[in-house]
Structure formats: C-alpha cells, structure tokens
C-alpha cells in the first residue's frame, strides 16, 4: 500500500511502457530514413504516366458530375423562388 501512496506504482508502468528509453539522435534518424526509402517500390515511368491519365480521367469525370448537378439543382432552385412566368 506505501508503494501506491509515494508514487512507485505510475513509476512501475512508465518503465513497463519502455518510455525511459533515449531519444535517437538525428543522424540515426537520417540513417533510418533512408533506409526505409530503399526499400520502397518505385513505380517505373510508364506506371506513373498510366496512373496519372487514370487519376486524370476520374477528376474529369467527377467535375463533370458536379458541374451538372449544380446546374440542376441551380434551375430547379431558380424555378423554386422565382415561380412559373407564364399566365
């Protein structure tokens, strides 16, 4: 029970964690960087022009879709506020 009372306890679990682990040093950082880049997967040149072209494509298409249904949704407020003009 004095172990809770003089804080022992939150000390236990602190150590439990391993955050009294140091810091890394900026040039093991770097090193650690660069490392896991070299093992990343570049996409060849002709991947990165097909994926671009894709990704190209959706953005028009979505653009597209927007576009129309603010034109719609635009008339159909327009229509809304404004009331039939014909008597």
Not at 25 to 49: C, G, M, Y
Not at 54 to 79: Q, S, Y
């Amino acid at each position: 029970m004095d172990d809770v009372a003089d804080g022992n306890a939150v000390q236990d679990r602190r150590d439990s964690r391993g955050d009294d682990r140091g810091r890394t040093s900026p040039a093991t950082f770097l090193r650690q960087v660069v490392a896991e880049l070299r093992k990343v997967v570049w996409p060849t040149q002709q991947q990165l022009i097909t994926y671009f072209f894709v990704v190209l494509v959706f953005v028009i298409a979505v653009m597209a879709i927007v576009t129309l249904l603010d034109l719609a949704f635009g008339k159909l407020v327009f229509e809304v506020f404004t009331g039939s003009n014909t008597q």
